[in-house]
């Protein structure tokens, strides 16, 4: 995991976004639920998913309240708003396309 | 956020651990994740979780806040007729407000336009007769040597000179001592200050220092005019040096400072020839109430050292009751009558701006009745009530802003007004110019303290009108008003108790402002029926000042005749006649007269105004010849000196005695040495129209040698400035390079004469008269919906046989108590208020009970007008409908 590349900028806000088109999530939830769907090579610094997570709360993208786990403990669960699922469409789009691009060039051979 | 992170460490430890690291492995690879030490990480996420939550706060007031701003918007736009008044009513009382403050600002507030102004002293000489009098050049030298008080002391006077070449010009000028730009903190802008070496006792030679503006217009700005000479009454004058530009002395007006030094050292060595005011800058360290003391203590001192009785004159004053006083310079910028009048207006307009609150608030308490059903709803949805008071103070505070915003241009238009009165000239002869000229009417704008005012006063005012009537419809409990919509009789009493407190209010604010104002305008009209001593009508005056060396000073009266003769050649002038002073031009000229037949220590100081005129001066004014004769063409230089007295002068100077023939000297134009009195005229009023009129001396043109006179000219009727042209082109034939200035009909000067009473008048009728209407508007309004809210008794009532006209009288009485209420407190409120009027008013006390009744009967009129529209209503209630809706 510690060996894996550095994310992209840009690209968190639209993984945890992605993550909470699921469902609502407390923050561990999200990062364990992008390492596990990346295998790993989604390496998020857990401050920086908080960070991530605050600037987008501000933006309206998310909101948050304080519930029980399925084990009865209190967490913080992030929840997607209409903002946010918009921007998820529009970003998440963009990036796809971005990402395909990327992938074809660099399958490119010479010749 | 602590919460969550130990959440977020304990679930990453877990899951470490499940791979298999050790406990504190975990832990620290966990917190390793959330960025360095766990203090760090604490520390910076916490800030960034409370940031967030403060901007989402701010986000959610700022979007309640549009959200309320958006439904007071909606709630206006859907009440046209209403919100359109309330603009409007604000709009007028506020901008009326403005306009009065600028004023205020311009006048009593704004500091002064020098260096320090607070530290800056008018050190004056009182006597117990005259009050405050000015100094002569060897007082103020005594003053200025033992004085310990100032950093740097000055003499000034102004008045106003020829500048002489090609284009004659009359500039006003101050004559200044040395010391007075260092005194005034101003700093000369090019070339130098007066030189330290002429700062003699006299004879010093002639230095100027000219404004920025003559600099501009008569020297285009050359720099090079330093050390050039300029002709001032002929007079070769050296240019030291320019001032900064919208400088121009205390006086607001000069165009050049000239050293007074440069006057002969005999003309500056006459105690007695009391000409110059003083100013001074304090010490550092030197309080105010120090140097007040010490010119208590020098003004005795100065006047041992130069004794009145010392020449030729004896006098029966005192000494001590000669002294002098220090004040700081800004509690003389304006007259205190000035001070006064402006403090009334703005109380008067703030009274009209409460009254238009208090319509308002009933307007909004009745519209809150009416949205009663909608307040229950939303209480019972759970908005805080804190909520609701909120959402309605936000609809007032939009419907005041609203009004700010019109009212600018109210506040635009009057400020305009205001400094576009003329005001040294009008001032002056009203006996209200203050000490510094710099403080003027022409100092009034809607500046940013204007504006800052404005935006402070709409939100003051939309506070008050919006707060009442959102406590009064919010107050909880009102289940009742949910069930039924219509409102209780209970709730209805209640706020229905509010309106009428209201109303009361208003009716005793109306009051206040129709006395004062019903004050002011007999107090005017005793003002206008005062009778001058002389008939002004037809009479057109002008001024000419005959620059020295044009004509020699013996053939002056010559010089005169020609110019007479030339005059009563133009057509439509039936007389002419010349004078040194107009009357109504708050003072002339004056001096001591002593008696032939007297020891002059019996007497004392008999002061007399003095006037030169010629012999037809009386017939062109009409003024009444009493006893003895006026004037003849006979009474020239060289024939023997006579007089002519007024009847005030006969009367405190002759008690008892026949004044013809009798021999007095008058202290001007070489009269001290005697000449006999040969006739007694009506008085003529030369101070301030409200004043009566002094002793006065009148003295023949012929004999004497005066430069600077003025014409009057008795025209065969329309208006007499349609001959101004002829008339100037007259003087011009005789007089080619002679100014002539102040042109102006006599009635112009009669009307100046009384313009501050009228302006004052004026403005308080008219707030009256808006104030008169807001409360009728307000007692409608509140019975209106007190008949509309009573349908239902009034049917039951006419149903058991209530007669019509008791119904009138109902509803009637409800309006006469509301009444009668106001109009009680509002006498006691008016006694107390309106004695600030006092010292305003002319021939009228603050108690005069005419104006009382006169003011109580037409506003209670106007009420009893208000109420019987809604009673007729009421009368005219069917009973059947009536009862089928209740």
Known sequence: MADSPPLLKGTLDVLVLKALSWGPMHGFEIISWLEQRSSGSVDVDDGALYYAMHRMEERGLIESEWRLTGNNRRARYYRLRAPGRAHLRTEGASLECYARALADILALRPG | MREELDFHVEERVSQLMALGMSPEEARAEAIRRLGGTWDDAERMLGDSADLKERRLNVRER????????????????????????AVLTLGIGIGANTAIYSAVDALLLRSLPFAEPGRLMDIVQTSSDDGTSPWSYPKYAFFREHQRSYAALAAHGSGQIILTGQQPERIPFEEVTTQYLTTLGVRIAHGRDFPAEIDIAGGARRVVLISDALWQRRFSADPGVIGQSLSLNNEPWEI??????????????????????????????????????????????????????????????????????????????????????????????????LRRSLLVLFGAVAMVLLIACVNLANLLVARAMSRKREIAVRLALGAGRARLVRL?????????????????????????????????????????????????????????????????????????????????????????????????????????????????????????????????????????????????????????????????????????????????????????????????????????????????????????????????????????????????DADRLGAPKVLVINEAAAKQYFPGEDPLGKRVGVYQGGFHTGAEIVGIVGDVRYGTIDSTARPDVYISYGQARLSRMMVFARTSGGDPSALAPAVRAAVARIAPHTPVYDVRAMPARIATATSQSRLVAVLLGLFAAVALSLAVMGIYGVLSFAVAQRTGEIGIRMALGAERRSVLALVLRDGAVLATTGLAIGIVAALALTRVLRTMLFGVTTTDPLTYAAMAGALGLAVLAASWIPARRAAGVDPVVALRRG
């Open chain 2, 240 to 337: 030291a040096g320019v001032l900064p530009a919208g400088f121009n002395g205390l006086s607001g007006r000069a165009d050049v400072l000239l050293n007074l030094s440069a006057r002969p050292a005999e003309e500056l060595s006459q105690p007695w020839s009391l000409e110059y005011s003083m100013i001074g800058r304090l010490k550092d360290g030197v309080t105010v109430e120090q140097a007040i003391a010490e010119a208590g203590l020098l003004g005795p001192r100065i006047y041992t050292a130069f004794p009145m009785s010392g020449g030729s004159l004896t006098t029966s004053k005192a000494p001590e009751r000669w002294t002098a006083a220090a004040r700081p310079l800004d509690t003389i910028r304006v007259a205190s009558g």
């Open chain 2, 392 to 632: 309605f103070v936000t609809e007032s505070l939009v419907l005041a802003l609203l009004g700010g915003v019109a009212s600018l241009l109210v506040a635009l238009a009057g400020t305009r007004m205001l400094s576009a009165i003329n005001p040294q000239e009008t001032l002056r002869v009203q006996g209200l110019s203050g000490g510094v000229g710099a403080v003027g009417f022409e100092g009034i704008r809607l500046d940013a303290s204007a504006l800052v005012f404005t935006f402070v006063v709409a939100v003051a005012v939309g506070l008050l009108f919006g707060l009442v009537p959102a406590l009064g419809a919010t107050r909880p409990a009102l289940v009742g008003d949910l069930k039924e919509g219509s409102g209780g009789a209970g709730s209805g009493r209640r706020v229905g108790a509010s309106r009428r407190a209201l109303v009361v209010s208003e009716v005793a604010l109306a009051l206040v402002l129709l006395a004062g104002s019903g004050l002011m305008i007999r107090s005017l009209a005793n003002l206008l029926h005062v009778d001058p001593g002389f008939d002004g009508h037809d009479v057109l005056t002008l001024r000419l000042s005959v620059p020295p060396g044009v004509v020699a000073p013996d053939s002056m009266p010559g010089f005169y005749d020609r110019l007479q003769a030339e005059i009563a050649g133009v057509p439509g002038v039936e007389r002419v006649a010349i004078g040194d002073c107009p009357p109504l031009n708050n003072g002339c000229n004056g001096t001591i007269m002593t008696f032939a037949d007297r020891p002059q220590s019996n007497t004392g100081n008999a002061m007399v105004g003095v006037h030169w005129v010629s012999p037809g001066w009386f017939g062109t004014l009409r003024v009444p010849v009493k006893r003895g004769r006026t004037f003849t």
């Open chain 2, 62 to 85: 700022l979007r309640e806040f549009g959200d309320d701003i958006r439904y007071a918007l909606r709630g206006l736009s859907n009440r046209p007729g209403f919100t359109a008044i």
